[in-house]
């Protein structure tokens, strides 16, 4: 904007450059700035650019009666007049309801941001101070004629003083005023306040107290992500935006640690040197100031917080985000870096869930992007070196959350939420419902890459359980949504969720839709180590009273009795995902422990629950009292440790 204005100015800076006491003087200064109006001002005339008009009618005016009719008054006032010109035109403008400045704002904003109640406030401010400016300059010149004939440079200071400032303040007021209010607005989202309300503080707390008892078998850690952002976010949409931090539970011989670390992201990291929030969001993106990126640093607009996903593959802990490279953690939750595979050289972009092949010990992940190619697919050999890369060909890009994976295929549910990228950068709807393009299942073979693509009716996923094979059909299973609607606060509430099965004949590439639960349930997840094979258990967070608003029952369905039981933790407890761990020596696809966090927003305090997965109704195996609020999070992973490892760590006596 400031650039629109000095060219609106440029006549007026001509004027008071060239333009003295002097008639020859003040006869050249109005020509120049006449002329001046007219070739660089010519575009904001065609326009109706107020100052523009009025700095062509002032510049006229002056000739006539200067140049033309040598008006000693006016020769002798021209000063005060061209200030007092610019304060009525200023004053006017803003008592007309079009402040000046909005004019050239508007050059520089899109025009979904035009009729912003934010935006308006500004020009007005920004008009108001310039307003101001010109009537400090205007006063002062009369006070000089009057009084300081002999006092020019007090004028001088005034005049070009407050010229100065309303300069500065155009500069740098907007900005500043924009990420206040975006941070007053944002603090107000329903998720940053109760258990999604970040935490600051980086903990190590050992030997936590227990009710009940920690099984002598487990021994590990089990970490969980989630978005928490280290500043007053400019802009916040639960669940993708944020920093992401790792809450972790180190369990041995019978006793519980607990530690939780910021991922420290590049992005975290330009903020931590700014001090501030750098980074908008996925509903309105804001390019950071590149003084705080470096030359190796996260661009943005969109930043990568690595908050959604943590899981552990070869002999790395993987941080994951919605779309960019993973971060690398250790055991303690220090983070080492941006993750590439193997021996490749560069940092490859990936989704926050992966599958693990059971038989093979291939992890397969899969990106999409806002730019050709639009899906991409990844497999990661058990040593952890990329093997594979597979580039999909789509007609446009869409969102990706999860996939699956069976023996022969991966598959991809290209549901028809489609990434509108000028839309995103426009503060437009960057993630549109596009019902009448359907959702289409990709199947691509694991062996020749070559995808069938089957049409079905629109439906959106965010989590899939588990697929595997019988003989020509795969079975799916799923958490399915009618269809998918976006909003500042999160996906719509009414979307409501439920578990479903999908049944498709690779051959005849026909499919069938069933709903195995009535209850509104999500973030499915089974055994682990039935992933691609048939299981017949899945676990998730669910509602059993329509009254709550939030998931308070963990629920156990049973796909081949089409039952579920659930642990109802109470009103009043919220809790999230839920990881199965199985027992040592299991013989059982349930002979395990299920392990969450819960949230008691009566107590505001939070415990680490162990349920048995065979009696999920009892009360739990153990509940690990925790010293301080774990906020809500998204997903996480157990890790085995062997008990006689020698290496040291700092959670757990040396875990």
Same mark, same amino acid.
């Given at each position: 904007?400031?650039?629109?204005?000095?060219?609106?100015?440029?006549?007026w800076?001509f004027?008071f450059?060239?333009?003295?006491?002097?008639?020859?003087?003040?006869?050249?200064?109005?020509?120049?700035?006449?002329?001046?109006?007219?070739?660089?001002?010519?575009?904001?005339?065609?326009?109706?650019?107020?100052?523009?008009?009025?700095?062509?009618?002032?510049?006229?005016?002056m000739?006539?009666?200067?140049?033309g009719?040598?008006?000693?008054?006016?020769?002798?006032?021209?000063?005060?007049?061209?200030?007092?010109?610019?304060?009525?035109?200023?004053?006017?403008?803003?008592?007309?309801?079009?402040?000046?400045?909005?004019?050239?704002?508007?050059?520089?904003?899109?025009?979904? *941001?035009?009729?912003?109640?934010?935006?308006?406030?500004?020009?007005?401010?920004?008009?108001?101070?310039?307003?101001?400016?010109?009537?400090?300059?205007?006063?002062?010149?009369?006070?000089?004629?009057?009084?300081?004939?002999?006092?020019?440079?007090?004028?001088?200071?005034?005049s070009?003083?407050?010229?100065?400032?309303?300069?500065?303040?155009?500069? *740098?007021?907007?900005?500043?005023?924009?990420?206040?209010?975006?941070?007053?607005?944002?603090?107000?989202?329903?998720?940053?306040?109760?258990?999604?309300?970040?935490?600051?503080?980086e903990?190590?707390?050992?030997?936590?107290?227990?009710?009940?008892?920690?099984?002598?078998?487990?021994?590990?850690?089990?970490?969980?992500?989630?978005?928490?952002?280290?500043?007053?976010?400019?802009?916040?949409?639960?669940?993708?935006?944020?920093?992401?931090?790792?809450?972790?539970?180190?369990l041995?011989?019978? *006793?519980?640690?607990?530690?939780?670390?910021?991922?420290?992201?590049?992005?975290?990291?330009?903020?931590?040197?700014?001090?501030?929030?750098?980074?908008?969001?996925?509903?309105?993106?804001?390019?950071?100031?590149?003084?705080?990126?470096?030359?190796?640093?996260?661009?943005?607009?969109?930043?990568?917080?690595?908050?959604?996903h943590?899981?552990?593959?070869?002999?790395?802990?993987?941080?994951?985000?919605?779309?960019?490279?993973?971060?690398?953690?250790?055991?303690?939750?220090?983070?080492?870096?941006?993750?590439?595979?193997?021996?490749?050289?560069?940092?490859?972009?990936?989704? /926050?869930?992966?599958?693990?092949?059971?038989?093979?010990?291939?992890?397969?992940?899969?990106?999409?992007?806002?730019?050709?190619?639009?899906l991409?697919?990844?497999?990661?050999?058990?040593?952890?070196?990329?093997?594979?890369?597979?580039?999909?060909?789509?007609?446009? /890009?869409?969102?990706?959350?999860?996939?699956?994976?069976t023996?022969?295929?991966?598959?991809?549910?290209?549901?028809?939420?489609?990434?509108?990228?000028?839309?995103?950068?426009?503060?437009?709807?960057?993630?549109?419902?596009?019902?009448?393009?359907?959702?289409?299942?990709?199947?691509?073979?694991r062996k020749?890459?070559?995808?069938?693509?089957?049409?079905?009716?629109?439906?959106?996923?965010?989590?899939?359980?588990?697929?595997?094979? #019988?003989?020509?059909?795969?079975?799916?299973?799923?958490?399915?949504?009618?269809?998918?609607?976006?909003?500042?606060?999160?996906?719509?509430?009414?979307?409501?969720?439920?578990?479903?099965?999908?049944?498709?004949?690779?051959?005849?590439?026909?499919?069938?839709?069933?709903?195995?639960?009535?209850e509104?349930?999500?973030?499915?997840?089974?055994?682990?180590?039935?992933?691609?094979?048939?299981?017949?258990?899945?676990?998730?967070?669910?509602?059993?009273?329509?009254?709550?608003?939030?998931?308070?029952?963990?629920?156990?369905?049973?796909?081949?009795?089409?039952?579920?039981?659930?642990?109802?933790?109470?009103?009043?407890?919220?809790?999230?995902?839920?990881?199965?761990?199985?027992?040592? #020596?299991?013989?059982?696809?349930?002979?395990?422990?299920?392990?969450?966090?819960?949230?008691?927003?009566?107590?505001?305090?939070?415990?680490?629950?162990?349920?048995?997965?065979?009696?999920?109704?009892?009360?739990?195996?153990?509940?690990?009292?925790?010293?301080?609020?774990? /906020?809500?999070?998204?997903?996480?992973?157990?890790?085995?440790?062997?008990?006689?490892?020698?290496?040291?760590?700092?959670?757990?006596?040396?875990?």
């Amino acid at each position: 904007m400031l650039n629109g204005l000095i060219t609106g100015f440029l006549p007026w800076i001509f004027y008071f450059i060239f333009a003295g006491y002097k008639a020859y003087q003040l006869d050249f200064g109005i020509a120049l700035a006449l002329a001046a109006v007219v070739i660089t001002n010519l575009t904001q005339l065609k326009k109706g650019f107020i100052l523009s008009w009025v700095t062509l009618l002032f510049f006229a005016f002056m000739a006539v009666a200067v140049i033309g009719f040598k008006n000693t008054w006016i020769i002798q006032h021209a000063w005060v007049l061209s200030n007092m010109t610019f304060a009525f035109t200023a004053w006017g403008s803003l008592l007309a309801g079009c402040p000046f400045t909005l004019q050239y704002a508007k050059e520089q904003v899109p025009p979904a *941001k035009w009729n912003s109640p934010l935006f308006i406030q500004i020009n007005q401010i920004l008009t108001l101070v310039w307003a101001l400016a010109f009537t400090v300059a205007t006063l002062s010149h009369l006070v000089y004629l009057q009084y300081l004939n002999h006092h020019y440079w007090i004028h001088e200071a005034i005049s070009n003083g407050s010229t100065f400032i309303a300069t500065l303040f155009t500069i *740098k007021f907007p900005e500043w005023f924009k990420n206040r209010k975006l941070i007053e607005k944002t603090a107000q989202s329903p998720f940053l306040q109760g258990n999604f309300a970040p935490v600051q503080d980086e903990r190590n707390d050992q030997e936590l107290p227990v009710k009940g008892k920690i099984p002598e078998d487990l021994c590990g850690v089990y970490m969980r992500n989630g978005s928490n952002p280290a500043f007053p976010p400019l802009s916040y949409t639960y669940p993708f935006d944020g920093d992401g931090m790792i809450h972790a539970i180190y369990l041995k011989d019978g *006793k519980a640690s607990y530690r939780n670390r910021f991922v420290e992201t590049k992005g975290l990291q330009a903020e931590r040197r700014a001090g501030k929030a750098l980074y908008g969001g996925i509903l309105n993106p804001i390019v950071p100031d590149t003084q705080w990126i470096g030359e190796h640093g996260d661009p943005g607009p969109f930043k990568n917080g690595a908050f959604i996903h943590i899981i552990h593959h070869a002999k790395d802990f993987l941080a994951m985000w919605e779309g960019g490279p993973a971060y690398v953690m250790d055991r303690d939750l220090n983070t080492l870096g941006e993750w590439s595979p193997g021996a490749i050289d560069r940092a490859i972009n990936v989704g /926050p869930h992966t599958r693990l092949d059971p038989v093979s010990g291939e992890l397969w992940l899969i990106n999409y992007d806002l730019t050709p190619p639009y899906l991409t697919v990844y497999c990661i050999d058990a040593q952890g070196q990329l093997i594979k890369q597979v580039n999909i060909d789509k007609k446009y /890009p869409t969102m990706m959350h999860d996939f699956v994976l069976t023996q022969n295929h991966v598959i991809f549910f290209d549901c028809p939420v489609v990434l509108d990228t000028k839309a995103f950068m426009t503060g437009g709807a960057g993630l549109q419902w596009r019902p009448e393009l359907k959702t289409q299942i990709g199947l691509m073979s694991r062996k020749t890459h070559e995808v069938q693509w089957i049409k079905t009716d629109p439906f959106f996923v965010f989590h899939l359980a588990n697929a595997y094979e #019988n003989n020509d059909e795969i079975i799916i299973d799923l958490i399915k949504y009618a269809h998918f609607s976006f909003k500042a606060e999160g996906p719509e509430k009414n979307a409501h969720p439920h578990l479903s099965r999908i049944k498709i004949n690779s051959h005849s590439q026909t499919l069938t839709h069933e709903e195995l639960g009535k209850e509104i349930m999500e973030f499915p997840r089974i055994r682990e180590d039935y992933n691609t094979l048939p299981h017949r258990f899945i676990y998730t967070a669910g509602k059993l009273h329509d009254d709550i608003p939030h998931f308070h029952a963990l629920i156990k369905y049973d796909v081949h009795l089409k039952t579920s039981t659930s642990h109802d933790f109470g009103k009043n407890c919220e809790i999230g995902e839920a990881v199965f761990v199985p027992k040592k #020596n299991s013989n059982a696809e349930d002979d395990g422990y299920l392990m969450l966090f819960i949230y008691d927003n009566l107590k505001k305090s939070s415990e680490f629950v162990i349920l048995d997965a065979q009696h999920v109704t009892h009360e739990p195996v153990a509940q690990i009292q925790l010293l301080r609020r774990v /906020p809500h999070g998204l997903h996480g992973t157990w890790v085995n440790f062997e008990p006689d490892t020698d290496k040291t760590y700092n959670s757990i006596n040396n875990l």
